[in-house]
């Protein structure tokens, strides 16, 4: 399985320059490499392969002195990124290949480079974690948790955040097996992520959304400051770090939330059951709450299918189709607006929160999908309405689950 494990570099002055250095000419090559493949076009008809550009790389270090300042492979990852790019254009584009879409780079939007598989590793220095990069020299880094001793470290990617820190993402794999879970899955959940609360699952934990709005108003806050200083002047530059870093924070502690939340259904479960978000995103109409929400999901999501991955949960997406209409007890459909926040069955009687019911018909849908069936499951067979326990964002980022099990308990140390 691959993993990534992200640390923080602590460059001196000379390292920054160097690695700045580096990064420019990666840039300057992706650049190259972007015109070089739109000329081949115009003569051959049809784009060079991956190969063919590669193997350009010797000549044009003939003339092309700053090419020898970097590593060969670093180079050779350039040329590969600029073909990945242009492979999810072309997903995107059914019709011809779109190289016309691919922009040059300017220096803001060329962050990384990568060393593969060689040219690279970790190191002691005089007592000191070091990064030894061939053709940049040892670079001191933070390693505040360790990188398991059977793991193999593949590849290495430096990037420049915004706020002008470094860090280096390593690239693992390690030979294990996703822990044993049972092959017909025994302890099942349905989540509805929703409005109101941000997840509603079969077990009636519902979690809250985390409360950001003191972190979001410092960076409105600074945001004003910026918006007074002269553009381009030093102060301005200075603030617009400040700007980058309250950023960077708020986005640091939202994903630190919705990755605890998904370890914990990952590794509490056996079969995790949600709703389809690229077909839920096309059955609602969109406005700017609903994406911002949508997008947040998007990204729970899908860390929480790459966890279940990891530890051998199965995910489900199901079609969220009149998901919180349908009754889950008798399956008749009810008309309910939004602000409707309790289920109550004129046809059977049954009465929940409205996201529970959604949660179960989620539920009892993914386990049709996997062929487990879902006749025991029902939500009167096992005594619902339950009582909701209410779990506030804040219980999860501090204890790293919404409740304390014994599986909940080690999926605190993501
Ligand atoms: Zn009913």
Known sequence: MYYAYKYRLKPSDAHREALDRHRDICRQ??????????????????????TTLRSELPDLKQWWDDLSDVYSKVLQTVVERLFDNLNSLSKLKENGYGVGQLKWKPPREFRSF???????????????????????GD???????????DATLKQVTLKKEPTGEWFATFGVEMDR????KPETPEK???????????????????????????????????????????HGSANWEKQRQVVAER?????????????KLSNYYAREYDLVAVEDLDVKGMLESPSNSRNTASAAWRTFLSLLEYKCKREGTHFVAVNPRGTTKECA???VSTEKPLWVREHSCPACGFETDRDANAAWNILSRGLEKVGVG????????????VDTDSVSAKRVIEAGSPTLTERAASAVSE
């Open 29 to 50: 090559l992706y650049n190259h490499t972007l015109y070089r493949l739109n000329e081949y076009r115009e003569n051959h008809g049809e784009l060079p392969s991956m």
């Open 114 to 136: 990568t060393y593969n598989q060689s040219g690279f590793k970790l190191d002691k220095k005089g007592g000191q974690t070091v990064l030894s990069l061939s053709k940049l």
């Open 139 to 149: 670079i001191p880094i933070r390693l505040h948790r360790a990188i398991p001793d």
């Open 177 to 180: 097996e996703p822990p044993a």
């Open 188 to 230: 099942c959940v349905g989540i509805d992520v929703g409005i109101l609360k941000y997840a509603h699952d079969t077990d009636g934990t519902a979690v809250g959304s985390p409360d950001l709005s003191d972190e979001r108003e410092r960076l409105e806050s600074e945001q004003r400051d910026l918006s007074r200083k002269e």
């Open 247 to 259: 950023h960077a924070t708020l986005k640091r502690k939202r994903r630190d939330f919705l990755h």
């Open 329 to 331: 007890s008798c399956g």
């Open 374 to 385: 879902h006749s025991e499951r029902t939500p009167v067979e096992t005594a619902l309405p």
